[in-house]
C-alpha cells in the first residue's frame, strides 16, 4: 500500500464515520422532538382533563345548591 493510498483510504474511513456521526445525530434528533412533540400534547391533554374535572365539580357544586 502507497502512502497516497493508504491517505485516500483514511479519508474515506474517515467520511464514513463522520457520515454515520451525522445519521446517528440526525436519528436522535427526531427522536427528541417526536417525544418532546409527544410529551407536549400530553401535558396539554391533562390540563384539559383537569380542567374539564374543575367545569364539571363546579356545575355539580351550583346545581346542588339551586336544588336544595
Known amino acids: 500500500m502507497t502512502q ?3 491517505y485516500i483510504s483514511f ?3 474517515k467520511k464514513s464515520i463522520r457520515d454515520s456521526l451525522e445519521f446517528k445525530y440526525i436519528k436522535f434528533n427526531r427522536e427528541l422532538q417526536r417525544c418532546f412533540i ?3 400534547f400530553g401535558v396539554k ?3 384539559s382533563l383537569l380542567f374539564l374535572v374543575k367545569t ?3 356545575d355539580f357544586s351550583t346545581d346542588f345548591f339551586i336544588l336544595t
Request: charged share 5%; no cysteine.
Open 4 to 6: 497516497s493510498s493508504f
Open 11 to 13: 479519508a474515506q474511513s
Open 38 to 40: 409527544s410529551s407536549t
Open 45 to 47: 391533554s391533562i390540563f
Open 56 to 58: 364539571i365539580k363546579q
